[in-house]
Nanobody, 131 residues
Framework: QMRLVESGGRLVLPGGSLKLSCTAS????????MGWFRQAPGKERSFLAA???????????YYDDAVKGRFTISRDNSKNMVYLQMNSLKPDDTAIYYC?????????????????????WGQGTQVTVSS
């Protein structure tokens, strides 16, 4: 089974930027659509961003309205990595951020934001936005 490990979370000032990384191992990374989710204290885990199996300019990207225009998801299949560039961070972005994988099928076009469709998860990385 493919394994995912997130990294890059830390304390950051409001308005600042941060780039998270997710490293995959033990599987065919390029056969999975990838997603980022987050969970704040007292709230359910929610969809953040997703990217189709391919990398480069032709990859399909999806974002939750809360982060669209501020966050950018990308992947590098040659390195088995997924990234989340976060800009203009706000205090309510504070959460544990999770990387997740969903085996690629045409269903991904409609299931990219569905928590239950992702079968592989990382351990999470804490992002805290505070002054």
């Amino acid at each position: 089974q493919m394994r995912l490990v997130e990294s890059g979370g830390r304390l950051v000032l409001p308005g600042g930027s941060l780039k998270l990384s997710c490293t995959a191992s033990g599987g065919d990374f390029a056969t999975y659509g990838m997603g980022w989710f987050r969970q704040a204290p007292g709230k359910e885990r929610s969809f953040l961003a997703a990217i189709s199996w391919n990398d480069g300019r032709n990859s399909l990207k999806y974002y939750d309205d809360a982060v669209k225009g501020r966050f950018t998801i990308s992947r590098d299949n040659s390195k088995n990595m997924v990234y989340l560039q976060m800009n203009s961070l706000k205090p309510d972005d504070t959460a544990i951020y999770y990387c997740a994988a969903q085996k690629w099928t045409p269903r991904y076009y409609s299931k990219y934001a569905s928590l239950n469709e992702y079968g592989i998860w990382g351990q999470g990385t804490q992002v805290t936005v505070s002054s």
